[in-house]
Every structure is written in C-alpha cells, then in structure tokens.
C-alpha cells in the first residue's frame, strides 16, 4: 500500500505492508537514523517523533496512521551549520552522553516548546516522563531545555 504524508516539510509517499511501524520506514525508507528502536512497545521514548505536533512513538505508530500528516524528526529541525535551540542547548549542556535517547528527549522538548515557549520544571519533566535515558543525564536534560526555552522566547 501506498501512503502519502509530508516528511521535514517534504511531501513523500512510502510502500508498506499494512501494519508496518513508522519507525521502520523512516529507518530503512527515508535512511532517518534519529529515531531509534528502543523497546518496541512506546515505552522508552528513543523512536519519538512529531507527528501533526503532538508527540508520537513511532515505534507503534503505523504508517497508513499517517496518511496526510506531517511527520517531523530530529533531521528536520536543524542541521548542523543552523542547528535548533535545542540540539545546541543540548551540545552545550552536555546533555547526551551515549546519545541513544537524544534525539526522542529533543523531539519531545520541541513538542513542549512549541505549545508551551515557557515551561515550568513540572512541565518538562512530565513532558519528558515517557523517555528514559540509561545513562542518567536528566539533570543536564533539564538544564538543556530550560535554556532552550530561555533562548527561544528571548
């Protein structure tokens, strides 16, 4: 089947079976590799995505979920000579140490930020709650994203 949706404001269409996860075609269709899996079960965050502005776990979303949507990911918010408050927040702070989670935690915070430009700690981390990261970083996270915020409502 094919399914028509827009990509990083990019208008695409991809061919799946009917039941495939949008993670897998992000992944091996589109060669995005800032959603990862994880845990498969939308438990742990590292697949996370936008997806119409509201945060989604690819990993249990389905592509034909997606018909006519607009899916964003880490690719499509920064690159690297015009980087995203939060990717740079995040190289600042030091906020990824393997980086597995990263890129979920930065798509989550995105989520917040552009509902929300002024989030209290409460905010963040309940808009963080559904990304783990294993190695433990969530104090530079924190940090990482209130400076993001600062710097976008600046």
């Known amino acids: 089947m094919r399914v028509p949706f827009r990509l990083n404001d990019a208008e695409v269409s991809a061919d799946a079976e ?26 742990c965050g590292s697949c996370r995505v936008i997806v119409d ?29 015009h980087l995203h408050p939060l990717q740079q927040a995040f ?27 002024n989030p209290t700690d409460n ?7 559904r990304n783990l990261c294993r190695c433990g970083t969530y104090p530079r996270i924190m940090k990482a994203v209130r400076r993001a915020a600062k710097e976008m409502t600046e």
Not at 123 to 129: F, H, T, V
């Open 123 to 129: 905010e963040i981390k309940q808009a963080l709650e």
């Open 53 to 81: 502005g509201e945060i989604a776990a690819s990993c249990v979303v389905l592509l034909e979920d997606v018909a006519g949507k607009s899916v964003e990911t880490l690719e499509g918010i920064g690159i690297l000579d």
């Open 91 to 117: 190289l600042t702070e030091q906020a990824a140490q393997c980086g597995f989670c990263t890129a979920g935690m930065i798509m989550a915070a995105k989520a917040l930020l552009d509902l929300n430009p």
């Open 18 to 43: 009917a039941g495939t996860p949008l993670l897998y075609v992000l992944r091996n269709d589109f060669e995005l590799n800032s959603p990862k899996f994880g845990c498969g079960l939308a438990q």
